[in-house]
């Protein structure tokens, strides 16, 4: 069965670093997501993408965030400058349609240090 | 503004009792909800959608929009229930793809 993958599992970066965080849906969806979850709290939405462009962005996407779907295969989440409190689980979602299940990635740990 | 609540953090039955993971929303629209399950060490998955009104793995949700609550019930648990279970809605299809609001989670813990 096709999965959603995510590269790396864990990411260890210094404040003020860039990280770009790596998703490879699935082959046939056409709908792209990012969410994060900080520890002990809830699964928050980060951006939607559709058609490459951004359907959708909550407040937490600011500047410093961007997303691309550089090839027909990943979908990349890039955080320009991190700082302490980006750190947490971020998870990658696909979707055939927009209002189909979301599949969700492993996800990526980072931490900001 | 949209919001699940899951009142409890942490559940704990007995293996064969029946068990119930609240659920609660605020949303002024028709929404609609999900649950989403995550074992150990696995990825979020999709356990089950009010549309599809399916028993998946022995549980069940009714969608209640009286009481704005989506509540997971099965009747006997078993020990592979153990996970950690997610509320989640999204909004009226605008033509668009429909980001999921999430609760905080329930982790349920069945014991032999």
């Known amino acids: 069965e096709p999965e959603v993958t995510q590269t790396p599992s864990h990411q260890v970066t210094q404040m003020g670093q860039e990280v770009i965080l790596r998703c490879v849906p699935i082959?046939?969806?056409?709908?792209f997501y990012w969410y994060r979850q900080i520890l002990g709290q809830k699964v928050e939405f980060l951006v939607s993408?559709?058609?490459?462009?951004?359907?959708?962005k909550s407040e937490i996407f600011d500047d410093q965030f961007s997303v691309e779907r550089p090839d027909g295969s990943n979908f990349t989440l890039k955080i320009r400058s991190t700082k302490l409190e980006d750190s947490a689980m971020y998870f990658c979602?696909?979707?055939?349609?927009?209002?189909?299940?979301?599949?969700f990635g492993p996800g990526t740990r980072l931490t900001v240090t | 503004a949209q919001r699940v609540t899951q009142p409890e953090k942490l559940l704990s039955v007995f293996k064969g009792a029946p068990v119930e993971l609240k659920c609660n929303y605020s949303?002024?629209?028709?929404?609609?909800l999900f649950w989403y399950v995550q074992y150990s060490r696995q990825r979020l998955q999709l356990l089950l959608r009010?549309?599809s009104r399916e028993s998946i793995k022995g549980f069940t949700a009714d969608l209640n929009k009286g009481e704005t609550s989506f509540h997971l019930k099965k009747p006997f648990a078993q020990e592979e229930d153990s996970a950690m279970y997610y509320c989640?809605?999204?909004?009226?299809?605008?033509?668009?793809?429909?980001?999921?609001?999430f609760g905080k989670g329930t982790k349920l813990t069945v014991n032999p």
């Open positions: 082959s046939n969806h056409l709908y």
């Open positions: 993408f559709y058609n490459n462009e951004i359907s959708e």
């Open positions: 979602a696909s979707s055939f349609r927009g209002q189909d299940e979301q599949y």
């Open positions: 949303y002024s629209g028709s929404p609609e």
């Open positions: 989640a809605l999204s909004m009226e299809p605008q033509g668009g793809s429909e980001k999921l609001v």
């Open positions: 009010h549309i």
